[in-house]
């Protein structure tokens, strides 16, 4: 699949996840500056809204609109994952009200874009995450998984939340 950002195509590394296999470990770093890992999630199904930056409309959107429609969901945790620092994280969804999703920040994990096949390995946003979202079952299964052709465009959520 080829990804873009503004039109313009840009590579991206890792293997993205598809459905039925096991998502691979991780540990993020929470808004608290502690360790979230994938066993915290076992139990529960989990939404992974991943992309670059909370600081831009796209990214911005994404977390207001799971927040907004996946909170009601019974046992399902909303992890949205960027590299932004939980400062940065915890003062928007702060400002914004938004208390229905987690945050967490790959910055002290590298490893987590390539492992999840979102790495951004050229361009402007090189280091940083591509947009994709991917749900599991209680497992650690995934039953959804989008990586968004056109950073700049929002993931179908429709799908995502129906696959729940």
């Given at each position: 699949m080829s990804i873009t950002f503004q039109g313009n195509p840009v590579s991206v590394?890792?293997?993205f996840l598809q459905v039925g296999q096991k998502a691979p470990d991780f540990t993020l770093c929470s808004a608290e500056l502690s360790d979230f890992s994938l066993e915290s999630l076992k139990g529960k199904k989990a939404v992974l809204n991943i992309f670059p930056s909370i600081d831009t409309p796209v990214c911005a959107m994404s977390v207001r609109t799971f927040?907004?429609?996946a909170s009601s969901l019974d046992n399902v945790t909303v992890l949205c994952i960027s590299a932004d620092?939980?400062?940065a994280t915890g003062r928007?969804?702060?400002?914004e009200g938004l208390d229905k999703v987690e945050m967490a920040s790959f910055f002290r994990s590298p490893s987590f874009t390539?492992?999840?096949g979102v790495n951004l390995d050229e361009g402007?946003?090189?280091g940083l995450a591509s947009r994709a979202v991917i749900v599991l079952n209680e497992e650690g299964t995934v039953l959804h998984s989008e990586l968004v052709s056109e950073i700049t465009e929002?993931?179908?959520y429709e799908a995502a939340l129906a696959s729940l």
């Open positions: 590394s890792g293997s927040n907004e429609r620092l939980p400062f928007f969804c702060g400002a390539e492992d999840y402007a946003l090189k929002e993931a179908n």
